[in-house]
């Protein structure tokens, strides 16, 4: 077994040793570990690739609400906006790669096929940005397709190096977060970044998603989920941006995903896919349980007051 890797640091070694791309090492591992041709993997990749599309192609002209309306309409929204780019500030391809995002999202929230790349609530992040920035670079399918195994071999780094994609065990930092993560790297790839750039995008990414909670509203993965993808998009962009200017992560991305597997190991079960806290039992959170009509969440749950609550002053 010559190209597996049990984190990034050993993935990079193996890109110097072999003078690899993190795609080109990711599939070639994928032929080691399940005894497949090189075509049969991108095969399989096409596959994901086309599903991947056809969501986002769906998801953008579809303005159907998902079974309790809470989603439905926006990516239609804010691709119509493309025309009309004079008012916003970020780029078309930023843009594009929110649309593209939430798109996806909406999809999976009509129960519609998308690619759990790397889960269902983190599907959006990937496809949006690698898909617009393909559109921008005017890119080649085989640069895109290498783009996805690139992204790839950031989430089997982080799962060979203990990390988890379960928002249960380590909230939406291990979901929208790691699929930043991914997406950062993948795209530095589809733009030329070296195996470094695209580790330390990655790392960049991940970084500053450390800590997030996972609380939806009413236990679906709508809300905050779809739109977090797309502001994720905007993220791995960032990142992706930082690294191939220069920008270093000074903590390199392994001890990241060792620190998001700390701050799971501290954060609060209210927090990790129960519907118990964060946004989840905001006072729209919990107007949106009742109406679905779920049993109500124990007072002990909602630990902050708003002031004048208590009745004891007039502030
Ligand atoms: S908030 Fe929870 S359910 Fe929603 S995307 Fe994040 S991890 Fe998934």
Redesign the pocket.
Known sequence: MDYQFKNCTELLKLCKQYKLSISQVAIRREMECYKKSRAQVRNQMKKVREIMWNAILLGIRSTKKSKYGLAGGDAAKIHGSLKKMSKLLHSKTAIRAMAYAIATNEQNARMETIVAFP????SGVIPGVLFSTYQHMKSSKRKMLEALFGASAIGVAILEHGGTFS?AKA??Q???GIACAMAAAGVTEMRSGTPEQCVNAAALALKNMLG?????LGGL?EV??IK??ALGALHAIGASDLSLIGVKSLVPMDEVVEAMMNIAESMSDTIR?TALGGLAVTETGLKIRKKMGLKSIPKKYIAYKKCGSCKKCDS
């Open positions: 889960t269902a609530g983190g928002a909230g939406c291990a979901e929208v997030l909670a996972c609380d939806p993965v905050p989920c977090r993808n896919e």
